[in-house]
């Protein structure tokens, strides 16, 4: 009687140790933003006390599963998936503080590029991925490599033993990844084809997971053999609707559905739960629903949370688990670094690199790599720079790794814009980069249009000493013909007979000050020619005024740039402020219609020395931000002591001018012209929807002293602050993958009343002029 007691309490014990050591798996699909939704799952989870002690993962799965077995809480990957830095991950953008201005080239026209390899034939090839991979890279390092450096890269030693999946689409097969760098891993379960860039793992190129295993119950079974599985599913390959009529929104979805495999809700058998948000009104390359696509992940966990509470009997207290993830994150290493190596590159072209990182500190810190990578991030002499980082546990320290290639040798960058007023034109720029001990940068562009022409030479060698600097050349022509911009569907009755053409040789120098801003030092040779009527008037026969200036000028110019586009921007600041210095010889040779002596005689040409200091200062910074509103504003000032030029219009020509709207420069308009103005305006922007911007901008001049035609030709200054000259515009603005469309009307306070619609494709930017 005894024994039997003892063996009936023997096997409770038994039984109730079983049910306590029940083991839960969790397994998350693949399906691109709708993977979000599993950040919910993991919510609802937690607060129902219910265990996670295994994790498989694809593609977005794999990324939840594996910053929560990295040791993030369901609340701290919500955060993350919340801020603004994600969305910048998702869709390649850089963050503006760690865009490296000092390495940018000036913006142009371009519209699309093409790379050029050095080969025989010349064969072009474009870019393989769609979306910019250099942000999210280092991101995966910054989260998750502390929790690979505790782990040993070994995946069972994880917070939560974690398996995320992988594609090589060379031999067809699915890859489970158990070890190694988790970031590197994380980085691989997600590479869409012809989305990201592929990376190696084991010198394999590899693909996303879900090309062949989207759902991992099946390694989730072989590898871990859960007493319960738990699996969240957010992908489906049936569609209860089809594409009629061109369907953009479904046929967008396409490329990433196409390579999605199906996920069998039948693999996770009866000892287990199939949970399916409900995720149909929701696309898989939409990131900007966070918030919703986490609500609905919770919801649909929540709705079978009887049937799993009824199933797992073990639980696990929310403080066990805060408790084991504090022991857990608390013993991660410290990110401080004690060296940084680079591969894929010769010793020349390493030393180049590493110097960029270099400091007089033993180890630095996370900021001071982050600095380093995006200084080579801006560098355009690289094509891939894959970052990777190892712990040393001797020194307790890591090391940062570079994998990098340079580019192809030549970028070929076309452009232009398509305008509703006669002032289209077509770019053109070839460059050339060269690495070896420092880098070397060679272009040319072209413009064509009727009313711009222009040729541009460039070099430039950067030199990545302690305090990076570098020095140019610049060869340009510019060419305006502003007789030909006459308004859309209107017979300009007063025509501008003016052209203008200016030939700059240029030497220049630079350092940085921070990310984004630099100090550059620059001397030109100047060549201008300006040929005009003093009447405004012109006939078959007639001779134009003729007035050029031949000198030198000096520069010394403190710019900051943080804006987030090269036209139309609504993020970010443009801040310049330069002393300018001009020396140099008029020389005017009056037309027929000025001429006061016989036409037959000799041509009186006049010549005068000139000499005048410049100080500009631009603002354009856009500094208020609620919701889908910016507020901006634009300001300018110049100071100047600038003689009068020998007649009104050669004086107009050579004054500095205020450019508020997007076609300014196309435009000669005499009173946004002087030698010492105030000016500056508002720029409202209202975000209508992604990608469309509703723009309305005013601005005011006010020059000190404007310009008065004095007689025929004769030029004096008026009265000080006699006047105040508006200009507006209202319009749409919709941002293409290659270049804004913009529809607006333009107002201009100006003696011919210049005002109409202008609709355009492309940019309108221009090569800078020799006097700017």
Not at 205 to 226: A, I, S
Not at 356 to 369: E, G, H, M, N
Not at 480 to 496: A, G, K, L, R, V
Request: net charge positive; glycine share 6%.
């Amino acid at each position: 009687m005894i024994s039997i007691k003892k063996l009936l309490i023997g096997l409770l014990c038994f039984c109730t140790f079983q049910v306590n050591a029940q083991k839960v798996g969790l397994v998350l699909s693949g399906g691109g933003a709708k993977g979000l939704a599993h950040i919910g799952t993991l919510k609802a989870l937690e607060e129902n006390n219910i265990p996670v002690d295994y994790i498989t993962g694809t593609s977005m799965g794999g990324i939840v599963g594996a910053l929560y077995a990295a040791g993030y809480s369901p609340e701290q990957i919500e955060k993350i998936a919340l801020t603004p830095d994600f969305q910048d991950w998702v869709s390649g953008r850089f963050k503006s503080d760690y865009n490296f201005f000092f390495q940018k080239s000036s913006p142009n026209a371009s519209l699309i590029t093409a790379k050029l390899s050095i080969d025989t034939a010349l064969r072009v090839s474009f870019r393989s991925n769609l979306i910019n991979d250099i942000p999210l890279n280092f991101a995966l390092i910054e989260l998750l490599s502390q929790a690979s450096a505790i782990s040993k890269d070994n995946f069972d030693n994880l917070f939560v033993p974690y398996r995320c999946m992988v594609s090589d689409v060379f031999s067809q097969t699915s890859i489970t990844v158990k070890n190694g760098s988790l970031a590197e891993a994380v980085r691989a379960t997600m590479t869409v084809p012809l989305i990201y860039r592929p990376i190696k793992l084991d010198n394999k190129y590899v693909f996303d997971g879900g090309l062949y295993n989207n759902f991992p119950v099946d390694v989730m079974q072989k590898e871990f053999k859960p007493d319960y599985i738990i699996g969240a599913n957010v992908s489906s390959k049936n569609f209860k609707e089809y594409p009629k009529n061109d369907d953009e929104r479904l046929i967008n979805r396409l490329m990433l559905f196409m390579f999605l495999s199906k996920s069998d809700s039948t693999l996770i058998g009866k000892n287990g739960i199939y949970i399916q948000p409900d995720l149909q009104d929701y696309s898989s390359s939409n990131f900007t629903p966070v918030a919703e696509l986490i609500k609905q992940g919770y919801d649909a966990t929540m709705a079978d949370m009887p049937r799993i509470l009824k199933e797992v009997k073990r639980r696990v207290s929310k403080e066990d688990i805060v408790l084991r993830r504090n022991t857990f994150n608390n013993k991660k290493p410290r990110l401080v670094f004690s060296d940084v190596t680079v591969t894929g590159v010769n010793n020349q072209q390493k030393r180049y690199i590493e110097r960029l990182f270099k400091s007089d500190k033993a180890t630095f810190d996370l900021d001071d790599i982050k600095q380093g990578y995006y200084k080579l991030v801006a560098d355009e002499t690289f094509e891939t720079i894959y970052p990777k980082i190892t712990y040393n546990p001797t020194s307790d320290s890591y090391t940062f790794g570079i994998v990098a290639r340079p580019k192809r040798s030549f970028k070929l960058d076309f452009g232009g814009n398509i305008s509703s007023r006669p002032i289209s034109n077509v770019f053109l720029g070839l460059q050339y980069n060269y690495l070896d001990r420092k880098a070397y940068t060679f272009g040319t562009n072209f413009y064509s249009g009727r009313f711009y022409e222009s040729v541009q030479l460039n070099g430039r060698i950067d030199y990545p000493s302690k305090l990076p600097f570098f020095l140019s050349g610049e060869m340009t022509y510019n060419h305006f013909n502003f007789y030909n911009t006459s308004q859309i569907f209107i017979e300009n009755p007063h025509p501008t007979y003016i052209e203008q053409s200016d030939r700059k040789i240029e030497l220049k120098g630079g350092i940085p000050l921070n990310r984004n801003t630099r100090i550059t030092l620059s001397t030109s040779f100047i060549s201008n020619n300006d040929h005009y009527s003093p009447t405004n008037t012109f006939n078959i026969g007639d001779i134009l005024d003729k007035t050029t200036f031949i000198g030198l000028r000096s520069t010394l110019a403190f710019e900051q740039n943080t804006l987030n586009r090269k036209q139309y921007a609504n993020r970010g600041r443009n801040f310049l402020l330069s002393l300018n210095y001009y020396t140099g010889r008029e020389f005017y040779t009056p037309g027929n219609i000025s001429r006061t002596t016989d036409l037959s005689g000799d041509i009186e040409v006049t010549k005068k020395q000139r000499e005048w200091i410049n100080i500009k200062m631009s603002d354009e910074n856009y500094f208020f931000h609620q919701g889908k509103y910016t507020l901006g504003y634009l300001a300018e000032g110049v100071i100047s002591n600038q003689p009068l030029f020998s007649n009104y219009y050669s004086t107009l020509l050579a004054a500095p001018a205020f450019y508020p709207l997007q076609d300014s420069r196309s435009l000669f308009l005499e009173k946004f012209r002087a030698t010492t103005y105030l000016a500056g305006g508002l720029k409202n922007v209202y975000q209508i929807k992604k990608n469309l911007d509703l723009r309305v901008e005013a601005f005011l001049f006010l020059p000190y002293q404007e310009f008065a035609q004095n007689g025929f030709q004769d030029v004096k200054n008026t009265h000080t602050f006699n006047h105040i000259h508006y200009a507006g515009t209202a319009g749409l603005v919709y941002h293409t993958p290659v270049g804004p469309v913009s529809l607006s009307y333009n107002l201009y306070d100006d003696p011919i009343k210049r005002n109409g619609v202008l609709l355009h494709l492309g940019y309108l930017i221009y090569n800078k002029r020799s006097i700017e």
